[in-house]
């Protein structure tokens, strides 16, 4: 069965590379346009791995890997930041919340593919 990984960003065209990338290689997808969608999405089905934007309307990603941290089914879930933002601050603000990779774009398919391989457990 493969895996689940949930793709956030507001941009369609980037969550249609994200996805078409992932799928590509084996992976299910599900899209959220902003972190409250994405936050609707986690409602007990298993989700392997999110692959999340920063800057969103809506709910910003930092703000939604902190609030998936507080259900319990997802508590554990592995976050990538997938963004433009390079800054530092904004990289530990992602780390304190609970992201666990940190990618900026623009990005090449196999950066992410190798990225998710190392974090989406069984």
Aim: hydrophobic residues 45%.
């Amino acid at each position: 069965m493969a895996k689940t990984i949930l793709v956030i960003d507001d941009s369609a065209s980037l969550r249609q590379l994200v996805r078409l990338t992932l799928q590509a290689a084996g992976y299910d997808c599900l899209e959220a346009d902003d972190g409250l969608t994405a936050l609707a999405k986690l409602d007990g089905r298993k989700i392997h791995l999110a692959v999340c934007d920063v800057n969103m309307p809506g709910m910003d990603g930092i703000t939604f890997v902190g609030q998936a941290r507080t259900r319990a089914a997802y508590k554990f879930l592995p976050v990538i930041m997938l963004t433009t933002e390079s800054q530092q601050a904004k990289k530990d603000a992602g780390k304190a919340a609970g992201a666990r990779a940190w990618i900026v774009k623009p990005f090449s398919p196999p950066q992410l593919l190798d990225a998710v391989s190392k974090l989406c457990l069984p």
